[in-house]
């Protein structure tokens, strides 16, 4: 007789290996940790394999988990697919989502990965853009969610963590030494403001050293050790690194990220999605 994969616990060794751990794998999953766990000691006793390397520092799959997670992605994106597609009331149409650019690695690429899995007639349009900007198309009914980063959230908004924001620099650089102090911004940027305040009432002068909306050359411009710029902590590009003397430099309040959803579509999926977006940015 054939054996037969649980796709229950299939589902959650997949999600275990996409996110990085069997508490978010619970979150995203809305389940308790010991139920994740006993799903994937299951699936293990059920092939007669262990699929994570328990000894190491960081949870990592084993060659065979590899191996299974291919596998397992398939046969899920198949089993949605097919639930899908056979369900009388299956959500279709369009989902509108708006992220700030700095906060779009890493978890944005992954919820849309599992939304396309679980609701394949449903097309999510991800724009990246600013947060002023963003509200105020939100308010013009162009989005269905966004995510802000903001230091006063408006009332309707979900708030659903605060990070801290940090001076960066090109690697070993100096920039963050000279003075005026030169910085790399965009014009629209929403930390420009608070950089800039931060360092008049520090007594520190300043310049900017780029202009315009074109983020690759701002981060072009810090990397090349010509100025230095302000990013959330967990949001840094790469190329660029914490100025380790930032107490040199004035501290900036920390940034909440908010999330505001339109209330004109209300289903399954849009539920899926804020789901999701509680999950990564949550606290």
């Not at 697919?81 to 279709?92: F, R």
């Not at 924001?165 to 030169?182: C, F, K």
């Not at 608070?194 to 520190?204: R, S, V, Y």
């Not at 914490?242 to 900036?252: C, E, G």
């Amino acid at each position: 007789m054939p054996r037969n994969l649980d796709i229950a616990s299939l589902r959650s060794f997949v999600t275990v290996a996409d996110v990085g751990g069997v508490t978010r794998a619970a979150g995203y999953l809305n389940l308790t940790q010991s139920a994740v766990s006993m799903q994937i000691k299951r699936l293990e006793e059920a092939l007669g394999l262990s699929l994570f390397l328990r000894a190491a520092r960081k949870l990592a799959l084993s060659p065979e988990g590899e191996q299974l997670l291919s596998y397992g992605r398939r046969m899920l994106a198949l089993n949605d697919e097919a639930l899908s597609a056979l369900s009388a009331t299956a959500c279709e149409g369009e989902i509108r989502l708006g992220v700030p650019h700095d906060v779009v690695y890493p978890a944005i690429p992954g919820i849309l990965r599992r939304m396309a899995q679980a609701y394949p007639r449903v097309r999510i349009n991800l724009v990246s853009s600013f947060t002023v900007l963003m509200k105020q198309d939100f308010a013009r009914g162009a989005f269905d969610v966004i995510i802000t980063t903001e230091e006063t959230p408006d009332p309707v908004a979900e708030v659903l963590s605060s990070r801290g924001l940090v001076w960066v620099g090109a690697p070993d650089g100096n920039a963050w030494q000279r003075r005026p102090l030169r910085l790399g911004f965009k014009d629209t940027c929403i930390f420009r403001p608070h950089a800039q305040a931060a360092l008049e009432a520090a007594g520190i002068p300043w310049e900017m050293a780029t202009g315009g909306e074109s983020e690759q050359a701002v981060e072009a411009t810090v990397a090349a050790d010509l100025a230095v710029s302000m990013r959330m902590v967990g949001s840094i590009p790469e190329g660029l690194e914490p100025i380790a003397a930032d107490n040199q430099l004035p501290q900036v309040a920390p940034m909440k990220l908010a999330l505001y959803r339109a209330n004109r579509r209300s289903d399954e999926a849009v539920d899926l999605l804020v789901s999701e977006l509680r999950c990564a940015y949550g606290s």
